[in-house]
């Protein structure tokens, strides 16, 4: 179905608060799960005795570790492996692959060849196509460039995250302002003698449907990904919220409603717009005469990574097709990105892919293929993924495994890993460190859930993970 055959209706009705939590926590959206846990103690980055609380991990799990700790036996792994595929919490379909991180020896499988609905633990394959192809410190540019005549065009370069005031430069969520450019521009524009101009939006950076036919209706009205776009305020939050909100209606055209913004900063800023604000058919050729810049690339990622964030995953994948060469359509960045893990030594023959976010239905992975994903961001052949394999979610202290991983279980701190969930979907991929000190990479997916299980489901899954820190060498 095409996008514009979609509609964008407002919820007709609030759910209630513990119903409406879990409709965003089994579309992994939110972290873990309601819980009556105290929250966890966080690390003092620089401890000093006496008043210092330790770190329950360190903050590079993955160096430092000995080479010669012992490797856990594949007899009590796959023990352990047997009574999570025979456990009733993750129903009738669970994959598993677990390996030894530094000599890749497998320790356990379930299913490892047998392709699963992913969810978002596809997203790592986007994370590892974009810190492998794009530059991880570059930025993304928004800008407005005078084209001939007093006609102003607002060009945009894939930044779906503009503050619609100032930018903050501490931010990811709202780095780059459009207030902020439209009072350069004012100003550089004005300099000129000129006080009028004609005002265009570029936003052919990226072609072709604005959200994969695969993610439900329902998904997309409801507002779990945005339309696409090469520009956005606020991922195309109306309110444009000056924090992060995972799940909102979204405008039905990003792009339009970030020149209409655009526009009026301008105005107050002293710049008259005369006409009306349309678009451009082809790349905007000119002066630049004002820009903002997003976060880093490397910091996009992590952020993507951290909120299992849709929009943003999405936009990742299509930029990594454009620097590829490619249409920025989702054709093209499904075909990017496939190629480009692929590169890193990811063997994805009989893979599916039907977008960039795992959020569409229809994607299938085995638990080897995630497992060979998470060890790409390790492997010495790519020294840029260890980014990525640091920035993921760590047990019970950040992102979407902010409060799993419930006191008493080993992993706690000890685990990085990205989640993915779905209705009926259950799973987890990464690594985790046995208490012998050797780091293990693992995968678990199980897509035969029962309804309404999350809870369950991912109890089994962290019970295992932690299970997985004391087994023996």
């Known amino acids: 179905m095409g996008w514009r055959a979609r509609t964008f209706g407002s919820l007709a009705v609030v759910v209630a608060l513990v119903g409406g939590y879990l409709v965003l926590d ?3 959206v939110v972290p873990g799960i309601l819980t009556l846990d105290p929250p966890p103690i966080q690390p003092a980055p620089f401890p000093t005795p006496p008043g210092a609380v330790a770190a329950p991990a360190p903050s590079e799990p993955f160096s430092g570790l000995p080479d010669d ?24 379909h669970t994959g598993v692959y677990v390996r030894d991180a530094l000599t890749d020896e497998t320790l356990g499988t379930a299913l490892p060849d047998t392709g699963f609905t992913p969810a978002s633990t596809q997203k790592m394959l986007t994370g590892v196509a974009a810190m492998t192809q794009l530059d991880p410190s570059s930025r993304l540019e928004t800008k407005a460039v005078m084209i001939a005549d007093g006609h102003l065009v607002l060009v945009g370069a894939g930044d779906m995250m503009l503050a619609a005031g100032a930018g903050n430069d501490d931010a990811v969520f709202g780095r780059a302002g459009i207030k902020t450019l439209a009072e350069q521009t004012a100003a550089a524009v004005l300099a000129t003698g000129t006080d009028s101009v004609q005002l265009s939006l570029d936003d052919t950076l990226f072609t072709g449907p604005v959200v994969s036919a695969a993610v439900p209706d329902d998904e997309f009205s409801m507002g779990f990904i945005a339309p696409v776009s090469p ?7 109306p309110a444009a919220p000056k924090d992060y909100e995972a799940v909102a209606v979204r405008q039905p055209d990003p792009a339009m409603s970030a020149a209409t913004v655009f526009k009026g900063a301008l105005v107050d800023a002293g710049l008259a717009v005369a006409g009306e604000l349309r678009r451009v058919s ?6 630049v005469v004002g820009s903002v810049e997003s976060a880093t690339i490397l910091e996009i990622v992590e952020f993507a990574m951290q909120h299992s964030e849709n929009t943003v995953t999405e936009v990742l994948g299509r930029l990594v097709a454009v620097s590829k060469g490619l249409p920025g359509s989702l054709d093209s960045a499904i075909q990017a990105v496939k190629s480009t893990v692929e590169s890193v030594g990811v063997d994805l023959d009989g893979s599916v892919l ?3 976010s795992g959020l569409g239905r229809g994607s299938l992975l085995s638990p080897r293929q995630l497992a060979s994903v998470v ?10 993924l260890r980014e990525l394999a640091l920035g993921m979610p760590i047990a019970n202290l950040t992102g979407t495994l902010n409060d799993r991983f419930p006191a008493g279980n080993p992993a706690r701190g000890w685990a990085r890993a990205k989640t993915g969930s779905l209705p009926s979907v259950a799973g987890l991929a990464g690594t985790v460190v046995t208490a012998e000190n050797r780091l293990l990479v693992f995968a678990v997916v199980g897509d035969g859930m029962p309804q309404g299980g999350a809870w369950g489901a991912r109890a089994a899954i962290d019970g295992f993970v932690g299970k997985l820190v004391g087994v023996d060498g």
Not at 69 to 81: H, M, R, T, Y
């Open 69 to 92: 700790a012992p490797i856990p036996s594949a007899d009590a792994v796959g023990a352990l492996v047997s009574a999570l595929t025979g456990d009733e919490r993750l129903g009738n």
């Open 231 to 237: 520009l956005a305020i606020a991922l195309a939050v």
């Open 375 to 384: 060890a790409a961001t390790m492997s010495p052949e790519h020294p840029r």
């Open 354 to 356: 039907v977008d960039l």
């Open 26 to 28: 089994a579309h992994d």
């Open 282 to 287: 082809e790349p905007a050729q000119g002066t």
